[in-house]
């Protein structure tokens, strides 16, 4: 079965700075996903690639996907405190007649003022 | 607000015992998904279904069960309950059954959070 690992766990960043939240999938990648959760509450769609090589943005948040469709990243630009959370990265398989989910442990940002 | 309703927001009960949550998906979305997000789990899949039919199963225990009726809002059941099944909740909805288009992306409500003491 399909397996995603997230890197770094947790991150801690001054407010300004830049910074790259990594997905990695143990299986190809054909449909990914990344979702904000605020702690305690629902995830907040953000992006989804499903092309190799393809890149998101929406404000100062930018994902990709690489060309081998193993690997995802998503930078945040200048952040911001509204920005701290915990990111998910959710990924499908190849087409089997159902869309379930496989998602990464969580990266848990948090913006120092 | 992803227009995906869960009830209760809390849900507080006691080993043992039988509890139901609720799910209203966003309008026009054929597709209900639940899933259950633990400290040591972290969020795991549970079930699908599409415009009334189950179509996808995950790690969902033989004591819970799912229906969608044909309003399409869904139910979660779990019976028995034990104090490992404390969790959060979550439902999320999409149009079609599988990722065909871009906008094929699961929308998630705000979560029932469960507690089983």
């Known amino acids: 079965s399909q397996e995603l690992e997230q890197s770094p766990q947790s991150l801690i960043v001054q407010e300004g700075k830049n910074l790259t939240i990594n997905c990695t999938s143990s299986?190809?990648?054909?449909?990914l996903y990344w979702y904000k959760q605020k702690y305690g509450e629902g995830l907040i769609f953000l992006m989804m690639?499903?092309?190799?090589?393809e890149e998101k943005s929406h404000e100062k948040i930018t994902a990709k996907l690489d060309e081998k469709k193993q690997q995802s990243s998503l930078h945040i630009t200048a952040s911001q405190p509204s920005h701290a959370g915990i990111y998910l990265c959710g990924a499908d398989g190849p087409f089997q007649g159902a869309q379930k989910l496989v998602f990464g442990q969580g990266t848990r940002l948090t913006i120092n003022p | 607000d992803s227009g995906v309703t869960q009830t209760p927001k809390h849900l507080i009960t006691a080993t043992g015992q039988r509890v139901t949550l609720r799910c209203s998906p966003r309008s026009g979305d054929l597709s209900v998904y639940w899933y259950q997000q633990s400290l040591d789990q972290g969020l795991q899949f549970l079930i699908q279904?599409?415009?009334?039919?189950?179509?996808a199963k995950g790690n969902i225990l033989e004591r819970f069960s799912a229906q969608q009726f044909p309003d399409l809002h869904s139910e979660l059941n779990l019976s028995s309950l034990e104090l490992g099944d404390s969790a959060l909740y979550f439902c999320?909805?999409?149009?079609?059954?599988?990722?065909?288009?871009?906008?094929?992306?699961?929308?998630f409500g705000p979560g029932t959070r469960l507690t089983v003491l």
């Open positions: 690639l499903q092309k190799g090589g």
């Open positions: 999320a909805s999409s149009p079609s059954a599988t990722r065909v288009y871009s906008t094929d992306t699961q929308y």
């Open positions: 299986k190809t990648l054909y449909g």
């Open positions: 279904y599409y415009n009334g039919e189950e179509r």
